[in-house]
């Protein structure tokens, strides 16, 4: 929900690049990292592990770590992760419940320093524009925040009950102390500051970011 209303405020900046009409905009949970055979406890754990990702922005991120990243499609991951091609998988905890992870994983650690997902529901622009004023009132009420914020609500449930399903499955939960995290903060500084130094149009990653805030 966090994130949801972050992109909610840079929402007028972010539209133009959908090219399209933005019914709703919302985001899921942060990924976990769910393993079968190594517990992540430390940094060091993550070190010669393959895991699984989503995006290829978090490849570096990953790799910083001393993990290798292995991009793959949803639908094989039980399967990599059963026969041991991959020794992990960072994924929004939804996605335990939509791919039964659970079953080849042992261990699931509750934090990375990844970034969730954006999802969008988009009209083509033409179609919006070819309607009257009165259907285009229709589709302008119904997508309002309020649409945004349902489609957080349900990532948000069903990242809750990926997380039950993996603690009632036996997969032991692993909570990363502070001490730790920091140190995986660190790992990722280099990679995370050229990433907001990074020029996108007219402003850097970082200045765009900061709209997340509401700053100007």
Known sequence: MECTEAMRRARPVLEPEYEARVLAIWANAAPVLLTRDRPVRTLEDMRGLKIRVSTRSAIPFIEALGASAVMQPGTVVHQSLTTGVIDGVAISPSGIVAFQLHEPASYLTTWLPLSGLP??????QGIYDALSPKERGWIDEVADDSLSLAGAAAWASAGAEGLQLA???????????????????????????????????????GEFMRLFSGAR
Do not use: C, W, Y
């Open 119 to 124: 999802f969008v529901l988009l009209m083509n």
């Open 167 to 205: 603690k009632a499955a036996g997969v032991e939960i692993i909570d990363l102390p502070e001490s730790e995290r920091r140190r995986f903060e660190r790992a990722i500084a280099s990679i995370r500051d050229a990433g907001l130094a990074r020029q996108v149009g007219d402003m850097t990653v």
